[in-house]
């Protein structure tokens, strides 16, 4: 469940808590200041619900114009295709209706790691560099690699959580 609040321009009115789009509708319809004329613009303000969908919000650049596409991205998105979102737009510099159009076009490496060192490692295990013999292993410079690796690669923070990324 994500909360929101409508904080109307109009000063002489009083805002309004919403969860879903029908509710926004309603509210926002029935919205009037304290002279009797309708309230039309609002600044919507995520207040709560779970990290990604804040980070969600924030990568949309929340507003009224685009109130709906968020709500329908949070009701359809996993968290993976949010977390995509978020670094694609905050990051790499999409664009959000280039994203929803077409999913597929975005192009963005995620790693679930804390450092550009366990990237190294994880490559290494992985046989990315080739097969190096165990007894080799040991002389491997991580750090160095690490190095070449923030030619590329990127870490960011989104929901709390350390990420690596690449943009592509």
């Known amino acids: 469940m994500v909360l929101f609040y409508a904080q109307p321009y109009d000063l002489a009115a009083d805002g309004f808590y919403f969860e879903n789009w029908a509710d926004y509708q309603r509210k926002s319809a029935e919205a009037t200041n304290r002279f009797g004329d309708r309230v039309e613009e609002f600044e919507i303000q995520f207040i709560d619900g779970n990290a990604m969908d804040g980070e969600l919000a924030g990568a949309f650049g929340l507003s009224q114009g685009n109130l709906s596409a968020l709500l329908e991205a949070i009701d359809t998105l996993d968290d993976h295709d949010k977390l995509k979102l978020v670094l694609a737009v905050r990051e790499c510099g999409y664009r959000v209706e280039t994203i929803l159009d077409d999913p ?6 995620i790693y679930h ?13 992985e046989g990315l560099f080739g097969d190096i013999p165990e007894r080799l292993q040991y002389y491997i410079d991580y750090d ?3 190095h070449d690796l923030a030619m590329d690669y990127h ?9 690596i990324y690449r943009c592509s």
């Open 104 to 109: 597929e076009a975005v192009e963005v490496d």
């Open 144 to 146: 160095a690699i690490a």
């Open 155 to 163: 870490l960011a923070e989104v929901a709390g959580e350390t990420l």
């Open 113 to 125: 790691l804390p450092s550009l060192r366990d990237l190294a490692e994880q490559f290494i295990e």
